[in-house]
Every structure is written in structure tokens, then in C-alpha cells.
């Protein structure tokens, strides 16, 4: 008993160092000169801090930063709106084609992007949204379709229905029960949903790379940017890995239980 | 109901047209409801996915107008079985497959159990395995460059005080290892979400079940063979589902840390296709490729979609 304990130890240790040391050595590259970096990260023999790294690579990447944050608001916040309606539709209403239509677009869960680079890129040129904030924000809520609406489906499904027929026969509107009614008592699916698409957009390169223009280009095509041809800049890159992974990592840390929650509804995604 | 019609419309209205006008609003109001939702995914994603296979016909450029493109039949795909860069490119996205299967589900799972002993540093594991779930996979593939650089990474650093100097090297400029060191950069990322969905379906096991096996003499090895494993199947089924769709997407990695390179060892279908489209201006060769990768995927997604349209149709 006593050796598999030691051993029980052994293993997590091994694999906390082994997961830590990646994570500890961006955030020490990016805070210490390059002068340094070549003796080591680990080196501490004669440690400078510096926020020279953050200064040069924020003026570089700055305008990624903030594009990102343009893209992926609106990119989280049209999806889930468009799909909580077409949900309590599915949910809660009963018409032709119902069920049809719902398992349509649950079927195209694993649409990979891929498929659709080329027709996109043509049909956005033909729009003449090409390479504007617009275009990707119209992929990324596309995309987020099928897992919205899958998820928000089954939570309304859940709801009682004498809830909202009270409502009814006070003379609310379907469009007011759905604002006033179901989308204050989904927040916590909606919760869910928001982290995990804004997580996703954050992070997406594929979309970004192929549909927008170097005024554009989120975080993810800014940081390759600072990559050289020649010997890597190391503390520059480190200094934009860390840059580019706060807001995520804020809103993974605060809603880490909806995103949780989110996974388990069975995420296709990441 | 009836008098906010009445309300609404101003004037008085016989029963029958009452009855109409709320029987016709409510049949149209659910496709009112789905109207959007329809409209952005017919333009967006079906519409696009339906092109892509008729573009595959075509010999195009992709920048002129498509009229201009040239029907080519089935001869994109004929040259794809033939071309070499693209076998290269299946073969290392099938050592992909395997590897980025099997190690982020074993690490997952074997994390997974190990929470649930009693172990002092169990919330900190579970916490740092879990944190890179929330980081993008190009960062991720910087910080893993930098573990990975010959002169100034900590991997080689270490092999070095191990007295293992011999086996220090350019990880990812040489073709024996790059592939390798770009699927473990990609383990890192994953095993949290896989620790998760596993450690979730552990928590689901009645307590009753083992403790009874227990109450019969098993030991943890017998109890994790015949009871753990056989009722942890189905979140192994999804996280082993999920990484396979995963492997065979797999872009973003390869893109931040190589490339393709060197000399196309850690070249994947993915990164092949969009090579093709876009700076070779192949539009049709490339969404031969995309065609391709998208049956390869929905074959083995099927089942699990079955699953969850299963599981959505009991409510």
C-alpha cells in the first residue's frame, strides 16, 4: 500500500512539471531579455525583469488585439441570439417539419471548415465583404448554429410548459415570452454557450488566415507575425503568447463551471 | 387572446375572421422564429458545403470569375490517389490519428483515475491539466517551439544535466522528430478536455456497484477491468470521437510551429488543402482535398451523431 502511494505521488508530480514547464517558460521569456533568454530561462544567476517585450510586441500586435475583441463579441452574441429563437421554436412550438428541420442542423455538427474555405471566400468576395469584420462574424455564427441550437433545444425542452401558457393567457406575444420569459431563465445555458464560442472565436486561425486582410487579422495571425524567418525573437513571441491568452484565460477562469457544462453537452468543438 | 386581436387590429371583426387571423399567425409565427437561424445557415454553411463539391470538378484558380474555371470531371481526384505530397500527407494525418487518440485519451483517462484517490495535490493537477484547454493551439504551438529550440529550449537543457546530451537536438527541424514533437505539444492541449468528460463519467458510477466488488475480495486492478472500465464506455466513446475528428481537422498547430516542414514530414491533409487553394490558386484541386476530408469525417461522426440525436429525441 504504502509503495503505490509513493508511486501515486510520483506520477502526479511528474506530470504537474511536465505540464508547468511550457507555461512557466513563455511567462519567464516574456519578461526577461533576450540577452538572457540565450543563457536560459531557468538560468536565475542574474535575472532582469523587463516590460521591454511587452512595450515592443503590444505596438506590433495591438491592432490584432483589438480586432479580436470586434470579432468575437459580435461573434458570440448573434449566434446565440439567432439560435435561442429558432430553439424555442423547436422547444416549444409545433409546426411542419419540426423535427426535420432541427435534426438538419444537428446533422452538420461536424461540418469540417475546411470544406467550405473555398466557396466562402468567393461568395464573401461576390458580397463584397471580403476581409471586413462582417464576413467572419457571418462564418463564426454560421458555424455556431448547429451546437447552439442542439444545446439551447434541449435546455428549453426542460422548461415547464405551464410557465410560459400562464404568460400566454395574460396575452404576451410568442416574441415577448421568449425575451421576458425564457432567455432570463436559460442564462445559465446561455452562460455556457457564450464561453465556449468566444473561447473558440478567440482562438480560431483557419477563418481569419483564409477570409480577412492585414487590417483585420485577430490576435492568433498577429502573433505569427512576429515570427522571423531567421533566429526566433523568443521574448517577443512570449510577450504576444501571453498578451493573446488574457482575456481568454479571464473569462475561462470566471466561467469555468458553464464552460464545464458546456463540454459535457457534448462538444464537438475545440 | 381574441380581444388583444381586437385591440391590435382596431376594428371590430366577425368570430370567423378571428379565428383565422390567430390560427394563421400562429402557423407562421415557429417559421418566424427559425427564419434566421435558417437564412445565415443555408448562406453560410450549406450552400458553401454543396459548392465545394462541384467546385472539386473544376480546374480554377479560385481569383477569376467561375465561369472562367474548366470542367475537369473527376480528374482532380484522379491526380490526388497519384500525387505523392498527398499520400505523404494522409500517411503522417494517420500517425496523427492514431497518436492524438491514443494519448491525450490514455493521459485523460489515467488522470482521471488518479483524482479519484485521495491525493493532496489533487485539485492543483486537475486545475494546471485543464488550463491549456482555454489557450488558442498557436500559442501553444510557440510556447512548445520554444521547450523544443536547439540552442536556447528547456527540453534540450534538461537532457543536458541528465547527462543525456546525446539525444538533444533540433526537435522540430528534423524530419525523424518534428511530427512527434508537434502531436505531444498537441497532448498537452488536450488531455484536460478528455480528463474531464472522463472524470465526469467516473463521478457517474453508483458507489454501490464498487463497493460491493470490493465487499467480494476485488482488488483496484479487478475492479477497474471489470466494473470502471466496461461502465466508462460511452465517454470514451465521445472523447475518442472527438479526437479523431480533431486529428483529422488539424491545421493550426502544424501552421504556428512548422509549416508543413521540414521537407513535409509534419505535412496534414488539412494544411495540404490549404496550400493547394490558396497560395498554389488551386481552388479545385484543393476542394477535391476538402471533399475528401469531409466524407472521411462524417463517416466517423455518424455514429455519434446518431447518438446524440438519440439521446435529444427522448424529451
Known amino acids: ?10 506520477i502526479s508530480i511528474t506530470i504537474l512539471v511536465v505540464w508547468f514547464i511550457p507555461l512557466l517558460g513563455g511567462l519567464m521569456g516574456s519578461i526577461r531579455p533576450m540577452s538572457e533568454i540565450v543563457t536560459g530561462w531557468w538560468n536565475l544567476s542574474s535575472a532582469t525583469f523587463t516590460t521591454h517585450n511587452f512595450q515592443y510586441t503590444w505596438s506590433r500586435i495591438k491592432i490584432n488585439f483589438l480586432n479580436t475583441f470586434a470579432i468575437a463579441i459580435p461573434s458570440t452574441i448573434l449566434p446565440i441570439l439567432i439560435a435561442s429563437l429558432a430553439s424555442y421554436a423547436f422547444a416549444k412550438m409545433r409546426f411542419f417539419g419540426r ?32 476581409g471586413t469584420f462582417p464576413s467572419i462574424i457571418l462564418v463564426h455564427t454560421g458555424f455556431a448554429l448547429p451546437f447552439a441550437i442542439f444545446y439551447l433545444r434541449n ?31 436559460s442564462k445559465p445555458a446561455l452562460a455556457s454557450l457564450a464561453t465556449l464560442q468566444f473561447l473558440w472565436v478567440w482562438n480560431d486561425l483557419l477563418f481569419a488566415l483564409t477570409f480577412l486582410s492585414p487590417e483585420t487579422f485577430p490576435i492568433t495571425v498577429g502573433i505569427l507575425n512576429l515570427q522571423s524567418r531567421y533566429a526566433p525573437r523568443w521574448n517577443f513571441l512570449c510577450a504576444g503568447a501571453v ?28 | 387572446m381574441e380581444q388583444k386581436v381586437l385591440r391590435q387590429s382596431g376594428k371590430a371583426l366577425s368570430p370567423y375572421h378571428f379565428f383565422h387571423v390567430i390560427k394563421i399567425r400562429k402557423k407562421i409565427t415557429p417559421y ?9 445557415f443555408m448562406t453560410f454553411v450549406i450552400f458553401p458545403t454543396v459548392q465545394a463539391f462541384r467546385i472539386s470538378l473544376f480546374q480554377w484558380n479560385g481569383i477569376s470569375p467561375f465561369q472562367t474555371a474548366q470542367y475537369v470531371g473527376l480528374s482532380n481526384y484522379q491526380e490526388l490517389i497519384s500525387d505523392r505530397l498527398f499520400i505523404n500527407a494522409a500517411k503522417n494525418n494517420v500517425i496523427w490519428l492514431v497518436m492524438f487518440t491514443l494519448l491525450p485519451v490514455l493521459l485523460g483517462l489515467g488522470i482521471a483515475l488518479l483524482l479519484e484517490l485521495d491525493i493532496k495535490v489533487k485539485n492543483l493537477l486537475k486545475s494546471i491539466i485543464f488550463l491549456p484547454t482555454a489557450i488558442s493551439l498557436v500559442v ?65 458510477i453508483p458507489p454501490e456497484i464498487m463497493e460491493a466488488a470490493r465487499a467480494d475480495g476485488a482488488n483496484y486492478w479487478q475492479l477497474l477491468r471489470h466494473i470502471t472500465l466496461p461502465l466508462l464506455t460511452r465517454p470514451l466513446v465521445i472523447v475518442v470521437a472527438l479526437m479523431i475528428i480533431n486529428s483529422l481537422k488539424s491545421f493550426d498547430i502544424v501552421y504556428a510551429m512548422t509549416r508543413g516542414g521540414p521537407f513535409y514530414s509534419t505535412d496534414v491533409i488539412a494544411l495540404f488543402m490549404y496550400r493547394q487553394a490558396f497560395p498554389f490558386l488551386r481552388a479545385g484541386y484543393g476542394s477535391a482535398v476538402a471533399v475528401i476530408l469531409f466524407t472521411i469525417i462524417l463517416l466517423i461522426a455518424l455514429p455519434y451523431i446518431r447518438r446524440i440525436t438519440e439521446r435529444t429525441a427522448e424529451y
Open chain 1, 155 to 185: 435546455f428549453f425542452a426542460k422548461i415547464p410548459l405551464d410557465i410560459l401558457d400562464s404568460a400566454r393567457m395574460d396575452g404576451a406575444s410568442e416574441f415577448l415570452i421568449y425575451w421576458k420569459i425564457l432567455l432570463p431563465i
Open chain 1, 99 to 130: 423535427d426535420f428541420i432541427f435534426f438538419s442542423f444537428v446533422a452538420c455538427l461536424v461540418i469540417p471548415g475546411q470544406i467550405v474555405l473555398v466557396p466562402l471566400l468567393r461568395l464573401l468576395t461576390n458580397l463584397g465583404i471580403r
Open chain 2, 32 to 40: 418566424i422564429f427559425i427564419f434566421p437561424a435558417a437564412l445565415i
Open chain 2, 140 to 204: 501553444a504551438g510557440i510556447i512548445w517551439s520554444f521547450v523544443y529550440d536547439p540552442d536556447f529550449g528547456v527540453l534540450n537543457a534538461i537532457l543536458k544535466s541528465m547527462e543525456l546530451e546525446f539525444l538533444a537536438r533540433g526537435w522540430l527541424g528534423r524530419s525523424e522528430t518534428a511530427l512527434f514533437a508537434i502531436i505531444i505539444a498537441a497532448t498537452w492541449i488536450s488531455t484536460g478536455m478528455c480528463m474531464v468528460i472522463l472524470s465526469a463519467g467516473l463521478k457517474g
Open chain 1, 1 to 10: 500500500m504504502k509503495i503505490s502511494r509513493v508511486f501515486q505521488y510520483l
Open chain 1, 243 to 270: 498578451i493573446s491568452v488574457i482575456p481568454p484565460l479571464i473569462v475561462f477562469l470566471l466561467l469555468q463551471k458553464h464552460f464545464v457544462k458546456g463540454i459535457m453537452m457534448g462538444a464537438i468543438k475545440q
